[in-house]
């Protein structure tokens, strides 16, 4: 007898992130709630506080209010042009867990190691450092360094880490908010930078489709860029009827 009922896993993705919480929405309204999280970087964030016990949509509202410039510090390179300190402050102050054995909900958050380049999987420790450490992603944010080791988004080794609970579920669940699809033009150095990272780090979505009993992978997300914040309500609603709508064609053997 597998462990849990359900297991989510859910992708990073910045902004795209705040299609986590539309699906996790949609999850609660037909009886799936998770029994264990699995995320990296943006998944990481929405599946911390939801594991915390936040709903959804108070998770939404907490992050809405807020600007790039609120998450961020701009800092003289060393390891990254920004330093996530103001992302560290949202943490403390809302996350009630301070370690990751004491949420409501197990969560295994993924980070790299920048020394040895494998994904490493938090399951215990400190909450904020672990969320922090899964979404440095490489340049753009300082690395974080946890115990003398250095860390970078897990993205970049694993950006839909079923690994950690595989085996252990009934079901499982799997939410890709990267979709890259066909782009006639990408223009602009940043377009350029996060469009080549979106493709580095979806290099093994493919084969890990089928080992999902629900797949979720919204199209529209395509059209929103890293930091498109202002849009979250959108990309909160795609999320949710993405979700309904994989939920709905699965529904003959979803609860069996």
Known sequence: MKKYKVGLVLSGGAARGFAHLGVLKALEENGLKPGIISGVS???????????????????????????????????????????????KVLKKYLRAKRLEDLKIPLVVTATSLNDGKAVFFREGDLADAILASSAVPLLFEVITIDNVEYIDGGITNNLPL???????????????????????????????????HLAVSTDIEKKKSLFDIYIEPGELANFGFFDLKNGHDIFRIGYET??????????????
Do not use: W
């Not at 939404?60 to 042009?81: K, S, W």
């Open 42 to 88: 943006a998944g990481a964030i929405a599946g911390a506080f939801y594991a915390d016990g936040y709903t959804p949509e108070e998770i939404l509202e907490i992050y809405i209010r807020r600007n790039l410039f609120d998450l961020v510090q701009i800092t003289i390179p060393r390891t990254g042009f920004f330093k996530l300190s103001g992302m560290k």
């Open 163 to 197: 690994a950690p609970i595989a085996g252990k579920c009934a079901k499982l669940i799997g939410v890709y908010v990267n979709h890259s699809g066909y782009q006639k033009h990408v223009e602009g150095l940043a377009h350029i930078a996060e469009r080549a990272f």
């Open 243 to 256: 979700a309904m709508k994989m939920i709905k064609e699965k529904e003959s053997t979803i609860h069996d």
